[in-house]
């Protein structure tokens, strides 16, 4: 059973950084294609963007176009670990923040995901 667990959010000015890290346990991590999906108040889970691993220094990611230039993924396969690099925030970036694991691939459909962590929560307000 893979456990998955974030951190890092927090409250930010809009224009702000914020670095999330999902934490990852029991499971082959480096196989597993990784995402981030959001949720905001009184909306569907959305999603931000994945990642996988095909060997050596090689990795393909996806992000949806909200967030495109302002936010990366990246994974740490030695630390079981991967993270969502947010720059350039906005208002609208608020949300709650999940971290999710599947068997395989990467994949921007939350419904292909397998595991998945408890949130952390993002908040952009001045």
């Known amino acids: 059973q893979v456990q998955l667990v974030e951190s890092g959010g927090g409250l930010v000015q809009p224009g702000g950084s914020l670095k999330l890290s999902c934490a990852a346990s029991g499971g082959a991590f480096s196989s597993y294609g990784m995402g981030w999906f959001r949720q905001a108040p009184g909306k569907g889970r959305e999603f931000v963007a994945a990642i996988n691993w095909i060997g050596s220094s090689t990795y393909y990611a996806d992000y949806a176009d909200s967030v495109k230039g302002r936010f990366t993924i990246s994974r740490d396969n030695a630390k079981n670990t991967v993270y969502l690099q947010m720059n350039s925030l906005k208002p609208e970036d608020t949300a709650v923040y999940y971290c999710?694991?599947?068997?395989?691939?990467?994949?921007?459909?939350?419904?292909?995901?397998?595991?998945w962590g408890q949130g952390t929560q993002v908040t952009v307000s001045s």
């Open positions: 999710a694991a599947r068997i395989g691939s990467r994949s921007p459909l939350s419904h292909e995901y397998n595991y």
